[in-house]
């Protein structure tokens, strides 16, 4: 061994001393520190060199964005620290987590050896000083320390790192530093000039850090930012960064905290704060006020909605929201999330006090809005039993469609609130459901006293494997029991079996034969009243109906060279099975097919009602043409028929051209390639070809520049009558259903763009018969790494009772890890 007296030598053999044994290989010296208490990061006296006079360095944001991993910025979609939307529609909570097992301390035992990694040792005896260099890297724990060098004093037991100092911290935590002195396990220290590189792109900046007890970080001159550097000007400032006097990182409650502080929008100052907080990036959950937001509407006034997001815990949380009106009563909304092995719960309760209503409609005929209290209760949840079976509710209810306008609440755009329990099964080949359902009328069209209750609703499907004759049988029951204050009750069993059995012919042409069968039982009182208005009053009775059927298809291919693929296909149905006309569908209650439509869709349908309170008899036979032309990249598909009968049918609405013997003709034609679809379909009459039915929907563009029509119209409209007061008993030639002879005829049309940053939709629909606009709304939002910037217009036109149509600006400023604000208009 080599060494000066009274300075520093270069080891060039093993040397042994008390607590420290260092071998020389090659380059590469490992350095083993077995006896804590005598080594470089043991536990005794402190002693820090002192970083003063730290003036703020912007330069610091430009060497942190040369020294950090490129790929440690990746997660430029993350939402603010309190992510996703509560009912209101303001920011809400973050997703809950499930109970996950404890983590491993981020702090060091002192107990655990400390290894090194350096390309050579320098001992210093006389000063008691031990400095490895080059390419140092030390690890204890889950803790690492990079750095050129450096140099530990063996008599105070602080070592002191220099030259490109990295810290890697178990959370995932990355500091970077120029300088570092550092004690007590790596739980003390200070750093000069240190960049911390922070979950999901954060990037905390400071021109000096102590650390006290692995806890807390105290700094000077902050910088804070989630945003990437310009990478042509690395010197400008970011989009966005708080600039603070001085900050404290708590490593324990997972906060930032900053005084005098200043957010800045490229450099510019836009707000000062004598104090902010926010959770630490790595925080998927921290109670607090969240962000508020503010708002303006016409019944409202000006009002402010202050969220509070608390953490109740591993697997539960609560949002507190209060809504501060200037021209009536505050309310107070609680939205509760709770997750369980099983399952999860969602409940959102909200009260509000009424000082005065200019409304004058009501959530019923004869329930109109006073002042007073006014509440809502929005509940869900959905559990697993086994792989079997599942069970869950739901629960809406408000105390009136005032109220949810009033205050914007979501459910405001739907005429009925719906709630129900169930019960689900799934078998190998099977499904069961039982539900019970009740609904509240929430728009003033609706008589909650003709609103029914169904208890139950249970059905049952199965479908069986092929047997021996080749063909497929299920079955399904549908069975319910359904009750109102003023209307028809009813209670039906059902079963319907089928058996389908497909072939192929000689010459390729497919086959499908199928035996089918229905039978309905119904105990029915007040059919005299809505829905049905039949000529008597109570039933108990039974049908059935069997239907044989047999479907044969000749599809005829053939490739036309560079011109692609063509395929034409006939295809013929026919059907036998008993009449069912003649008006004696009117004893029976009508529950599931008061609306139905002829099309393409079920022109080869055995029943084209939607459900079996209604079924389609009688002999006939349904014919079509079905085309379809590849090309390249293009797809041209169509088909067009017909249905003819033996009879006539007036089971079916006028107006939905199946009543006489040869129905409407119906078609459709499909156009698709790259960066386009068309589809369009139509009915039209049999007899003079006016169109009764016709929609057509396009899209068509790049996919950052899409455009979108649609059109759609009817030439009637055929509703059941319900303008009739509750209870209205009418005579027995009282039609069942009102036919509208004005037609329906809307267009749409769409357009929405995405160019790097920006996103754009718009839209605009239009009713052409009558010459008006029914809704117009467009949206616009700019995304970053660090930033989101959204706006939406949304105006109606269509009046309900005596609304009269309304207009909703929003517009949301977020910044990622810090939250969102927002401001609404309606």
Known sequence: MHMKRNGIGRMKTRLVLPGLTASVHDHRLSLFLGVMSACMLAGGASAFAQVSSLQANDSLFNQFNQTSSPGASGSSALEPAMVGSDPNGASAPPPVAAPSPRKKSSTVSGQTPVFFNADHLIYDRDGSLVSPEGHVEAWQDDHVLRADKVTYDRNTNVAAASGNVVLLEPDGEVLFSDYAELSQGMKDGVMKNMRALLKFNGRLVANGMRRTDGKVNDMSRVLYTTCNLCLDDPKKPPFWQIRAFTGTQDLEEKKIEYQDAVMEIYGIPVLYLPYMSHPDPSVRRKSGFMVPGIGQSGYLG?????????????????????????????????????????????????????????????????????????????????????????????????????????????????????????????????????????????????????????????????????????????????????????????????????????????????????????????????????????????????????????????????????????????????????????????????????????????????????????????????????????????????????????????????????????????????????????????????????????????????????????YLYTAENNFYDLTYAPGTVLPASTPVYQLVTTPRNEAMLGLSTHYEHWRFSAYARRNLEAEQMVALGGDIAYENECFILAMRLYKRYTSILNDTGNETIMFSLTFKTLGSFGFRAF
Do not use: C
């Open 302 to 710: 000006v009002f402010a909605r202050v969220p509070y997001y608390l953490v109740i815990d591993d697997s539960s949380d609560v949002t507190l929201t209060a809504t501060l009106p200037s021209q009536t009563g505050p309310q107070l909304q609680a939205y509760y999330r709770k997750k369980f092995n099983s399952g999860d719960m969602q409940i959102n309760v909200a009260a509000a006090y009424v000082a005065s209503s200019s409304r004058t409609d009501s959530n019923a005929y004869y329930d109109p809005i006073r002042p007073g209290f006014q509440g809502l209760i929005f509940a869900k949840g959905e559990f697993v039993y086994d792989d079997t079976w599942r069970y869950g509710f739901n629960l809406n209810n408000a105390t009136s469609a005032a109220y949810l306008r009033d205050y914007h609440i979501s459910g405001v755009g739907t005429n009925v609130l719906s709630n129900n329990i169930y019960l689900e099964g799934f078998g190998q080949g099977s499904y069961t459901r039982l539900n019970a359902m009740s609904y509240q009328g929430i728009s003033g069209s609706f008589a909650n006293s003709t609103v029914p209750y169904v208890l139950p609703h249970y059905i049952y499907e199965y479908a069986g494997q092929p047997d021996s004759l080749g063909g497929h049988f299920s079955l399904r029951t549908d069975d319910f029991s359904v009750l109102r204050e003023q209307g028809v009750s009813d209670q039906r069993a059902s079963l319907s079996l089928n058996w389908d059995r497909p072939a192929i012919g000689r010459f390729g042409d497919l086959w499908k034969f199928t035996l089918h069968g229905d039978t309905v039982a119904y105990n029915a009182t007040g059919l005299n009243q809505q829905p049905v208005y039949a000529p008597y009053t109570s039933t108990t009775d039974a049908r059935a109906l069997p239907q044989a059927a047999v479907e044969v298809r000749v599809p005829l291919a053939r490739t036309a060279g560079q011109w692609g693929t063509q395929v034409v296909e006939p295809i013929a149905q026919l059907i036998v099975a008993p009449n069912t006309g003649g008006g004696g569908y009117r004893y029976f209650p009508n529950e599931d097919s008061l609306v139905t439509q002829f099309t393409d869709a079920n022109l080869f349908s055995l029943n084209r009602f939607n459900g079996l309170d209604r079924m389609e008899g009688g002999i006939r036979a349904n014919v079509g043409l079905h085309a379809s032309w590849k090309y390249k990249t293009t797809m041209l598909d169509g088909l067009v028929g017909q249905s003819y009968r033996t009879h006539r049918d007036d089971t079916f609405m006028p107006g939905l051209g199946l009543s006489d013997r040869a129905s409407d003709i119906v078609g459709r034609v499909s156009l698709s390639g790259i960066g386009y679809d068309l589809t369009t379909r139509g009915r039209f009459d049999h007899k003079s070809g006016r169109i009764h039915y016709g929609e057509a929907v396009a899209s068509f563009g790049p996919s950052w520049l899409r455009a979108s029509v649609g």
